[in-house]
């Protein structure tokens, strides 16, 4: 609510029915431009959105291994969205393992099982299917680039890494 209030003092401080000086404004613009793509920009962005060296790529029908604790990846949909496989092992739910799928497109939304749904012809988006294989979809998320973020152990219980989690993009 206060952001709103502070947006409409700020508009209307900007806006005039004659414009007597509108060259000495150009500087006054562009910098209300900027602040107001930083105060409402969402919280949810992450730099790697544009930073291709903060993440890394995937290739279609290439499986990634999780090797590390935490790994982001970054890949362009197409016009069905993103289809994926995800397989964890059957040491799981014994492990922790989380997979975040998020758009790089504002809202930055992240993938989920209700909201921007993800389609699981097993388990869900969050319930995964111990020692196999399920295969995913993200029709929402077309045309753009998104993040997975791939995490083989959970900051809380349980802590012990899975021993196997697989991650690929598929036609």
């Known amino acids: 609510m206060i952001r709103v209030i502070i947006l ?3 508009v209307l401080s900007f806006v005039s029915c004659e414009d007597l000086k509108k060259e000495s404004r150009s500087d006054a613009e562009g910098l209300f431009v900027i602040w107001f793509e930083t105060l409402f920009r969402s919280s949810d962005y992450d730099p790697a959105c544009d930073n291709e060296s903060l993440s890394t790529p995937l290739t279609l029908s290439s499986p990634v291994l999780s090797t590390s604790v935490e790994k982001t990846y970054r890949f362009t949909t ?6 994926y496989n995800f397989s964890v092992s059957s040491d799981y739910p014994a492990c922790g393992v989380i997979v975040d799928i998020r758009s790089c497109r504002p809202p930055y939304s992240f993938a989920s099982d209700s909201g921007v749904v993800v389609s699981c012809n097993s388990g869900n988006y969050r319930n995964y299917l111990s020692g196999g294989t399920q295969t995913c979809q993200i ?3 077309s045309n753009q680039v998104i993040l997975v973020y791939l995490v083989s152990a959970t900051s809380s219980y349980p802590t012990t890494p899975c021993t196997t989690v697989q991650f690929e993009v598929i036609p």
């Open 139 to 141: 029709p929402n998320f």
């Open 78 to 83: 197409g016009p069905s969205g993103l289809k």
């Open 8 to 10: 409409l003092l700020l």
